[in-house]
Nanobody
Framework: QVQLVESGGGLVQPGGTLTLSCAVS????????IGWFRRAPGKEREGVGG???????TYADSVKGRFTISRGNDKSIVYLKMNSLKPEDTAVYYC????????????????????WGQGTQVTVSS
């Protein structure tokens, strides 16, 4: 059974750093693309970044240069490191998985993914 569990959310001051984790089980990470998404209150879900099974990454313009996706050494965790956080980064963050090859443009599209985690809240506030 494919499962994703996010953790690491919390309250952080503007300019701070937070790293989210997406623990995966039930599948081999190298065969799947993993995407990170967020939904702020009153807004639609948006793609933050994604990593293909081969390890290539794509980021939304709003987070490019600030957020980084990486895999853990044991290949069962995907991280989203968020630097220089802004109040507008406040949202519930989700990781998602989809099997097989995926184009870089589709890495940021929610409809390309079939399995989702439960989400973790990130609040950026002083």
């Amino acid at each position: 059974q494919v499962q994703l569990v996010e953790s690491g959310g919390g309250l952080v001051q503007p300019g701070g750093t937070l790293t989210l984790s997406c623990a995966v089980s039930g599948f081999t990470l190298s065969y799947y693309a993993i995407g990170w998404f967020r939904r702020a209150p009153g807004k639609e879900r948006e793609g933050v970044g994604g990593m293909s099974g081969g390890g290539s990454t794509t980021y939304a313009d709003s987070v490019k240069g600030r957020f980084t996706i990486s895999r853990g050494n044991d290949k069962s965790i995907v991280y989203l490191k968020m630097n220089s956080l802004k109040p507008e980064d406040t949202a519930v963050y989700y990781c998602a998985a989809t099997l097989g090859p995926i184009s870089s443009s589709n890495l940021l599209r929610p409809r390309a993914y079939h399995t989702w985690g439960q989400g973790t809240q990130v609040t950026v506030s002083s």
